[in-house]
């Protein structure tokens, strides 16, 4: 199946939930309109296929972690659910599934799920794709294991009724990996000079500034929420090796916490 992206937003053909709606509609056009490019590893997401080892790495270390599983094992996070709110083509999905997790894949811009379906039907996995929003499934009662909110925080139009949300979706003792871009002069350079307008990794205009969250900021809406933060960890990229690593003390342009819900 062929997907054709179109930047058209037809807020018709969104989903309504009966509480908060933090959706930006805006934000939800522009990866509409790279929805068929997903899986391509040159094409508009490259650099989320270059840093998706390194996100996988802390999220099964976090896991496997909070829940004892042996990640030497076959299938380690058989019998948790797991969500991954903003799922996209199913890059993390896809691996959580592997490892035996019952996985749901929510994504508010509907064309990105047809394309994760049959990626997933492709690759012989069983992956609940589904064109919703963290609000909607808290209004139909869902609860997880796991929540994965990686790189949309910075996308919302509440970054606090957001992750109020994503918490409401944990059950007590569960864990929820987020991920977003700090904001300071080097984000900006790094992540909106840099990877849109000169290696054009990305469209110009994907990302917004002012809309990026420090740690300190990050770690108070997810208290606020109700969590607990656990730890945080940076993403760094090595522009000689070509590949991202993680760094307990470089924070300053992508970075990722892990927080759990108290029991």
Request: proline share 6%; net charge negative; with cysteine.
């Amino acid at each position: 199946m062929k997907i054709h992206p179109d930047t058209e937003f037809d807020e018709g053909q969104k989903m309504q939930s009966t509480g908060t709606n933090t959706i930006d509609a805006g934000e939800i056009a522009k990866f509409e309109a790279m929805a068929a490019e997903w899986w391509d590893e040159n094409g508009k997401f490259k650099p989320l296929h270059m840093l998706n080892p390194c996100r996988l790495d802390y999220i099964t270390q976090q896991i496997a972690g909070e829940f004892g599983r042996d990640l030497t094992r076959d299938k380690p996070f058989e019998g948790l659910r797991i969500l991954d709110i903003g799922c996209g083509g199913g890059l993390l999905c896809e691996p959580m599934a592997r490892l035996g997790a019952t996985v749901v894949g929510a994504d508010a811009a509907e064309r990105n799920i047809p394309v994760a379906q049959v990626h997933a039907e492709q690759s012989g996995l069983e992956i609940d794709y589904r064109h919703t929003t963290a609000e909607a499934l808290v209004d139909d009662g869902e609860h997880f294991d796991v929540v994965l909110n990686m790189e949309v925080v910075e996308h919302v139009a509440d970054p606090q009724g957001y992750t109020d949300a994503c918490a409401a979706l944990l059950k007590p003792g569960g864990l929820m990996v987020c991920s977003t871009i700090n904001r300071n002069p080097k984000s900006y350079l790094m992540a909106i000079i840099g990877a849109e307008h000169v290696m054009r990794w990305l469209p110009k205009g994907t990302h917004e500034w002012q809309k990026f969250i420090t740690p300190d900021e990050l770690y108070g809406l997810i208290e606020k929420a109700g969590l607990r933060p656990v730890d945080r960890m940076g993403f760094v990229f090595n522009p000689i090796t070509w590949s991202w690593s993680l760094s307990p003390r470089d924070l300053s342009v992508n970075y990722v916490t892990a927080s759990v819900k108290p029991e």
